[in-house]
């Protein structure tokens, strides 16, 4: 069966250093891969999308950058967090030929 | 601009009771309507909607696609405080395999149940 992680699960960092969150799924190959923010526990935002390896699309204009440097591992990264970057962020992913996609345990950002 | 619209943003409710959330939504060449239950941490998958299959039941729960009135509800009879949770509605759109799979979500509707 396929499942999908994600570390930390909290973290806690002063404004302008830098960021790397990782998601890792395993049991599958050549997945979609999704990062998305929710802030204030509400709907979610969905920040990049990666459909291969090295491929990575934004949707929305920030802070943050995301590589997927193999088939499975999709990272979040930033060289100087924001107050504004605070936020729990979750990765996903979808097998290539369904519509639903599945959520990692999320990690909790918190700037400070 | 895609755009998805849950309503209530927030309901209270006591354990028995039936409720109905509802989601609209204005997107360009839409592909399916998700529902996802949250309570702490991931969001777990309820339902898929599409246009070959407009209504899903599972136990207790049921949603329904209306693809003329561009919205969809979610339907919970006989609360239980385990019901708790946010409820997400979730659409993807795109013509011809362009949507990646992208999802763009509602706000979220936040239900509590008390015993």
């Known amino acids: 069966s396929q499942t999908i992680h994600q570390w930390p699960a909290t973290l806690v960092q002063p404004v302008g250093s830098p960021l790397s969150l990782e998601c890792t799924v395993e049991g599958t190959s050549n997945p979609n891969l999704y990062w998305y923010r929710q802030a204030a526990g509400r709907g979610l935002q969905l920040l990049f999308y990666?459909?291969?390896?090295?491929?990575i699309s934004s949707e929305v204009p920030q802070n943050l950058s995301a590589s997927r440097p193999q088939d499975r591992q999709f990272i979040l990264s930033s060289k100087k967090l924001l107050l504004s970057d605070s936020g729990f962020y979750l990765c996903?992913?979808?097998?290539?030929?369904?519509?639903?996609?599945?959520f990692g345990p999320g990690t909790r950002l918190t700037v400070t | 601009e895609d755009k998805v619209v849950q309503s209530p943003l927030s309901l209270v409710v006591h354990e028995g009771d039936t409720v109905t959330l509802n989601c609209s939504y204005e997107?360009?060449?839409?592909?399916?309507l998700l529902w996802y239950k949250q309570e702490k941490k991931a969001p777990t998958f309820l339902f898929m909607l599409t246009s070959s299959g407009i209504e899903k039941k599972s136990g207790r729960l049921s949603s329904i696609l209306d693809k003329k009135e561009l919205s969809s509800i979610l339907n919970i009879t006989a609360t239980q405080t385990g019901d708790s949770a946010i409820y997400l509605c979730?659409?993807?759109?795109?013509?011809?395999?362009?949507?990646?799979?992208?999802?763009?979500f509602g706000q979220g509707t936040i239900l509590t149940v008390h015993p």
């Open positions: 996903a992913w979808k097998p290539g030929r369904t519509y639903e996609q599945y």
């Open positions: 997107v360009t060449n839409f592909r399916s």
């Open positions: 979730a659409v993807e759109a795109g013509a011809g395999g362009t949507s990646y799979g992208k999802l763009t």
């Open positions: 990666s459909v291969g390896i090295g491929q």
